[in-house]
């Protein structure tokens, strides 16, 4: 047979950009058999036809269509089974496209908070902030060293398959109301994550109900928090306020940001009232 419009493997793998590898594989599962085959030496060659066959099969796989479902479209070749699949590929990118984007909103506001954060020059200054409901995962128990907080950290990746590497910052500790008023600042009854940079989870066991907290931030870890809760508490009392609930700590900035011990960064959350004094309600008459 005369080698006329035909084209070699190798020619074949050069015009179109393909490794000659993926060609023969292609062969072998059926999606693009050559032409012709040399009988004496088993050359494969292509024809001109076959070019927009092997266009067809890379836009697909450029578009991430697994490869079954261009075998099933390469020998079918219906073309509403050709739309179904570029309809369903469509919706898998638009998703993709909002996971992406929710990425995107995460690296702004992470990089947002760490800048602020390193430009804050004098830490200590309680503020009172309005929260929204935050979703949370959450293990519950009693945690004082680092390595009690770890393994329950790591307990709660393993449960909800999540990657851990996405929420740095979001993982925060709960101090119990008791201990609060017993002035137990050391123990802690829940590790839990912020829910706001999962994409794993369509669920959540857990929500942190809106509120005012109280907040302050302090330069260290959880073991340096004490004078930053007595702050708080003399806030509390000063402005007749009642504490709501759990506090919470959130690590702002910890080794996983800076080597040095001078850059860490913690922040209290409490939830608060206002308690409304005599003199409030007669003054409002």
Not at 39 to 65: D, W
Not at 67 to 75: D, F, K, R, S, T
Not at 192 to 214: H, S, Y
Not at 226 to 232: E, F, I, M, V
């Amino acid at each position: 047979m005369k080698r006329k419009n035909l084209f070699s493997i190798g020619e074949m793998a050069k015009l179109h950009d393909v490794p000659i590898k993926t060609l023969r594989y292609y062969d072998e599962i059926g999606v693009l058999t050559p032409a012709y085959v040399n009988p004496e030496n088993g050359y494969r060659y292509y024809s001109l036809a076959q070019f927009e066959i092997l266009s067809t099969i890379k836009y697909l796989r450029f578009l991430g269509i697994p490869l079954a479902e261009i075998i099933e479209h390469a020998v079918n070749r219906d073309p509403e089974e050709f739309i179904r699949l570029l309809k369903k590929q469509e919706k898998a990118t638009r998703k993709k496209i909002e996971e992406l984007q929710r990425i995107q909103h995460r690296f702004e506001s992470r990089i947002g908070e760490i800048e602020s954060a390193i430009h804050i020059r004098e830490h200590g200054t309680v503020r009172v902030e309005h929260c929204q409901a935050r979703k949370i995962v959450r293990k519950q128990g009693r945690f004082k060293t680092n390595d009690d907080i770890e393994f329950a950290l790591r307990q709660i990746v393993l449960k909800y398959k999540l990657v851990s590497s996405i929420f740095i910052g979001k993982v925060c500790l709960s101090v119990s109301e008791i201990n609060l008023t017993k002035g137990v600042f050391d123990e802690y009854s829940s590790v839990f994550v912020l829910g706001e940079d999962f994409l794993e989870l369509d669920e959540f066991e857990e929500i942190i109900p809106q509120g005012d907290f109280l907040k302050i931030t302090f330069i260290g870890n959880h073991q340096q928090s004490g004078p930053s809760y007595r702050k708080l508490f003399d806030y509390i009392q000063k402005n007749n306020f009642k504490i709501a609930g759990d506090a919470i700590e959130r690590t702002i900035m910890d080794h996983s940001v800076s080597r040095k011990v001078e850059h860490y960064i913690t922040e209290i959350q409490i939830p608060v009232i206002r308690q409304f004094s005599f003199h409030d309600k007669k003054s409002k008459r």
